[in-house]
């Protein structure tokens, strides 16, 4: 690790106007003095934008992304797909009507919460308590999946890797170019919290000892969060902090973290990782 991480969160939309719910939060890890800062948290009027922040970023930036990365294992059967890009090559090749179209066509709407490993919910969704990635409604994940899944399928065009997916994602904590982690700020919330907040302080203080920081600050420009979507974006910029510094070696190693159960890895290359704190 390079003394100094850029670190990113965004809280992702699918809405097809997203101005109203994308935000990316910032800070600075600075790995050998054991602290981190939250500095800022910025609206984005469009998804353009957080691409071109994202290529912009210091080439060994580590970026959050608040949005699932694959679904599960099973729904790739549905489709006939055998690898995980297939299905950023479809959200790239295809218009957001066709590719919620072709959804539609091959999988129900899942509106329950991840209790169990199915074809809609993938085995990091359960141990993360997270949403299907079919989920249609409130929020509409397949809308997410698709804007996601271009966003992922343009960020590897350009050089970037995508954790798990790509080895060197793990690995690469300062590398050439930007590595991507989905995270689910929701899980970090009601692990440290109870439930979701936009009291960023009071998460700030478990965070530093689930990290092992000696500091953890958060700067006026991202203090005060005036809707839930903007204290997402900090929280995914903190838990990916964290869980950078709490898991560096295994990350540097590309091997099973902490907060992944055996099951989850062994899945990881179709059906990806949230990255999240240990709950042990």
Not at 78 to 87: I, S, V, Y
Not at 97 to 107: G, K, P, Y
Request: aromatic share 10%; charged share 20%.
């Amino acid at each position: 690790m390079s003394r100094a991480i850029r670190i990113y969160g965004v809280d992702f939309s699918g809405a097809r106007d997203p101005s109203r719910g994308l935000y990316v939060a910032s800070g600075t890890l600075d790995v050998e003095a054991g602290a981190f800062e939250l500095e800022r948290c910025e609206p984005c009027d469009d998804r353009l934008d957080v691409f071109a922040k994202l290529l912009q970023s210091p080439p060994d930036a580590l970026w959050a992304i608040d949005a699932p990365f694959a679904p599960a294992s099973p729904a790739y059967e549905r489709m006939g797909f055998t690898e995980w890009e297939e299905w950023l090559d479809l959200a790239a090749g295809s218009s957001r009507s066709s590719f919620l179209a072709a959804l539609e066509e091959a999988f129900p709407a899942y509106e329950s919460p991840c209790a169990a490993y199915s074809w809609a919910c993938r085995r990091t969704d359960v141990a993360a308590g997270a949403a299907s990635p079919f989920k249609a409604v409130n929020p509409n994940l397949r809308a997410m999946s698709y804007a996601a899944w271009k966003l992922l399928s343009y960020a590897r065009a350009a050089g970037c890797a995508v954790y798990p997916f790509d080895g060197a994602a793990g690995a690469r904590i300062a590398g050439s170019a930007p590595a991507l982690f989905e995270v689910y700020p929701s899980h970090t919330a009601r692990l440290l919290r109870g439930s979701r907040s936009l009291d960023l302080e009071r998460i700030a203080e478990p965070l530093r000892t689930a990290a092992g920081w000696v500091d953890a600050r958060i700067a006026a420009g991202a203090a005060a969060p005036s809707r839930q979507d903007a204290a997402d974006a900090c929280v995914a910029c903190m838990t990916l902090a964290a869980a950078c510094s709490a898991e560096r070696e295994t990350l540097r190693a590309n091997a099973r973290p902490s907060f992944a159960n055996s099951d989850e890895w062994n899945v990881r290359l179709r059906e990806g990782l949230i990255v999240r704190l240990s709950s042990a």
